[in-house]
């Protein structure tokens, strides 16, 4: 008998970045043009394109076993999925993108409740009407379809509830922020019953398990040098590798060579300081997945 | 004391269409890249340009005092607005949109009553919500984020309700439509405050005036002929003119020059017949308004 | 009953002239993405779009009743067809193309004969061989698929035939034109069987009509002025009207008003002339049809 | 003997919209990929392409006998050049551009004057040194290769002297502008020597008088109707036509054709005027040329 | 003596993979706009970027001593070359190509011998010939210039034999595969003279050894890990390293570091089994050529 | 207390090789849309990107402490600044880029000499002048604002001084070359006070050093392979091992495993050699950093 799990993925503006991770993972994932179902290198797999909005909707009815979502989708539909793991990567930075309640800049409100009898346009319409009924305060939510920022600068509405990652482009519209609505990022979420399907449980978590790997992989290197013996000491103490250094002879028995899995960024202050005690031939390698 | 009116014009797929049919009607409207407020040449007139699903409300609160947008979201909307006039105009065609429910093209449903309990997907919720109850027929409707066609093809939802106009789209992907669930086309809204103010009505008059005569010039022409005289009397019983022709003596007194302006369409019927007649040194050309 | 005249288009550089030549006739063909069969307002036609290469040979098997090729392709498939008419127009400028025989501007070949036994690359096979054949000079001709100048530079053949509008493409490459092998322009040809159906040949005789009167109208245009009636006579003289201009009186019984079509060309030498004369209140306007 | 003329055509932002204005004259010019001497259909002319700030050069030098460029380049260069008349066109609107002094929007500076012992960033070198000199003030010029705006945002120099029409990008970058250092729009200038000759002149000249007469063109059209003979006085008061109105007879004797040349602007408030006086018939038409 | 190798790589659809392919294996290549010779760090090749169609007949003739192509073009050509490897890479999938006799999908054609008497579109004339007269089907077989889906769906003739690599395209066009023709990939071929010149065979011979390498590595990966000494016999088994696994000591006596290359797609299998079997610290890393 | 260095990287053509660089050495930086100051993940760090043109005035200002540019704008604004390093990379090879004087292809000119009392064009006016009064030949320099290869073809001035990597864009124009006027490459330059700023000029240290790091990695990889004992002395001579191979003992006594990094170039020759004395599994690996 085949198995086969339903995955979807998100369209849009994390398509690439999500093919991309697939591919490290070791799915390589083909769109084809006119073809709605991407050609995947696994057989137990059929893959979806979806929307992010509709995801959760799509995994809780059971017509998709698992799906890539933000959190802020997941809670905009009230959907009751089992949510698997965060996934931390985006299209612009690594942090997590949130939603912001922002108003012109030269407008005189300061925080929500300056806001009560306004018009707030939200493409997040649940979650911005719970945020204000939570609060207390008394303002007119509608549906926008896009373009958000630009309806306080035409003053089509007094403020809007809207997703960043840096600000940037709120910035540049200028709005000013007043409050954080909610943080999100990316979850893994599976249909209940299909968590509760050994076969299913067992392939999404392998699924899980590759995805994170591949994620870590992108923030780590492999760096190897060789160093005289008598400062290996000092050196391990500097080194935050994630395992234990491997250490191997060379033929000068003086020397030993040094290998370590460490996040990219620290390499940058790392290698000055061992060069300071010593160190020589370091070379600094890619990885695809750190597990 | 200066008066203005704030305009509402639908920003997309006939954002293009509508900017050019303004400049016809007298009104250079430039869209600046980073301003939101239009540059017209008109001090009387300010621009916004919004999506048309969100035009409706804005003309209803008043935030405009009048908008161009589509019957299909003013009925959505359920807006309690003015509708000054139709504007026959598209981005491909010249027929009016319609929405259709649409079928997987090898699924057994052939008529509305066939989709009781099924999953309908469509941008459209109210209108289409209405549509079924109004038959009598129970069905989940949910709100599609574009792509709905797709939604079939991959198994996401049972039917659709989708705008076409010439049904190409849905055809190319091997969907069947079963009913027409509306008609559409583009409408000049005003709020009823605005309709109510005597200059606000006048100017928005006159645009209708202007606009209705540059979409009738679209399909005209101007022609002008050599005749015998002999023939001008045949010859005016088949040349379809807008108002009655203008016929000038020429010097040689058994010739006349004849003038009309006639449905472009009609003229590649026309000339042939005329040339059978006699007529000569036909010259066709192009008007900016016939009102 | 219902009759249709099945008419192939050519794609590719002349599809999108041809497009705006069939509407400026009064035909508007709207080329769907994804539908081969362009729509078009008049419901007696059916419209292929076809490579300019095939184009003679589905007119000769009746697949198509009249369609729209160059000279050179009819002469390539030695095509048994009936060739209307000539449709002088082009993606670039008004001349015919010419096929040119092109070798390296540093190579010693002056003349077609000093090619005997060398290499002849050409996307245009058979009129090529022709050509050699004719002239006695023994050479091996082969396929070129596309990019052809490039072949000489890259030292793949020694010399190329070469279709060309202006030259400008053969001199950037470096090559030299040592001569014409054919000059060729677009033909509208017919089904020598849809020719002798009368209601066919009706109908692509009104074509040809049209389309005629379109491409003239691209090169005239109207001219109105006012003059004094004394310098009419000889103003006449300098007039290169279409027919004899059209004279109207004035109230200012001094004065008349004179109007004539002309190419647009001789406008420039014309209005400087006129304005010497004492005319005034020239304006020029555009023709969409000169029949 | 043939004699040719020269003609420098500026690249960049205008050279569309030049191209366009000289076919409309009557001149059609053909840029080939990869060829520097653009094709004319008139063997009197020779034309390049040259960057407008280099153009008062080339003319004064006379490389060129005639070029077209920015009243400010001319001045940049302070070149001895003959100034044959002004063109007001542009790739936005018709106002004139302007150099403007701007500052960050949130800076001190208030007027040129509290700049002294800034930096100053520019393209306009020249002029911008003189215009400091001229009021006194002391400053640091210096030359600014591109997106000049960004260098006060960016904190690299405290004001920037640059060139806006409609000062929508100084705005969107968050400057205020505290003077206008010159204005400038385009114009034609002549070789001193080829203006003295007596056939460039008239070719000149001639060239000048046709563009002059595209340009007023582009804001008028031809407007004709139908009206009662015995409001036709009262009319002929409000219609501000270029001559005198065309006025025509009718087979019906109480009615009159009348057909005047305005400017395009006004149409849309003389329209609803004229119906309200009982006109009909009421056909616009586009105009190439009014001289 | 400087020796010279030339080599022709395909233009159009697998230009980019190919020059990609090259750089893993060691030589770089930039492709100058306007330069019909590409660069390439290494003094004994020249490269000329050809039509895969015409890449056979210029090796076979010694215009090039060695280039790339398809097998589908070889047998076209008939062409007397040595075919040194086969190269499997393509720009979807990793599959082979193949050339598929296709109907229209509602035809009634369901083999070869349907479709005796009637028309076949093809760019493959020779091979497409042969296979029909092999079988005995008596069929008129012309040339098509591209786009031949189309031409069933269009009506201009009533099969195809096209190229396809996952059917996705012909199934787009609503066709169906009646029988496959042939199968085709990559082909490194070379002149037979060339290949009997020993300093030319032997850089023939690297080039091969590299570009096989480069291909081999990128379906391989790296793999490192520590796991208990005790589990290293178990894990062995279920490693499918290419090489024996490298197996180091570590400073705890009861682990090991164990590297092996494995292809990444068993990766995705292999890692949870060795994570159940104690593993830890596992890092991927990637390859860039395996001999 | 905080420090930060203000560090100006190049704007336009080696932008993207810029970023890409800093990437590979630990630095990420993110060019958000309509923000100037990019995004970095080194609180440290302030980066603006600049013209190469301004950069060392910005410099020796001080308004930067630290920028890329090239060696040809440095000596064209005579910067008093330190030179830090040299960094060869290119966006096109990795030749440093040279500045030409070259003339039409078909001109007399063959020397500087014969230039005496003609135009040259240049963007780098100042350096071409001072090159030109050492050899004391007196010329007419003028500034080109780009497109500077166009203006010996349109005769608009007799030479140019333009930069080139390949030579491919001046050949293209039908230029030849007639002298080197200066070799250029980028330079790490820092401000003065900077430089003796210790913080400063530890950070601008290790920022050198990783960017060397990674430019080193470029050019060279990992390569493992095993090999029988006995042909270990043998291949090491073969071997251009950076730092001494990395000798491991494998289970076989017979073999042992060898890591070198060496040149990628150098890879394809010694591959097939080891393969010759017996070495196998071979792999080779990319490098990020090597220092």
Known sequence: MSNTLKIGLPKGSLQDATIKLFAKSGW???????????DVNDEELTISMCRAQEMAKYVEDGVLDVGMTGKDWILENNSDVVEVSSLVYSKVSNRPARWVL?????????KPEDLAGKKIATELLGVTKRYFEEKGIDVEVFYSWGATEAKVVEGLCDAIVEVTETGTTIKAHGLKIIDDVMLTNTRLIANKDSWNDSWKRKKIENINLLLQGALKAEKMVGLKMNMPKDVLEKAMKVMPSLNSPTVSDLSDPKW???????EEVAVRELIPELIDMGAEGIIEYPLNKVI
């Open 256 to 262: 030993v060579s040094v290998e370590i899995m460490i």
């Open 102 to 110: 922002a108003v012109s800049g030269d407008s005189p409100y300061e």
């Open 28 to 38: 390589k994932i083909n769109l084809h043009h006119r073809n709605y179902f991407p």
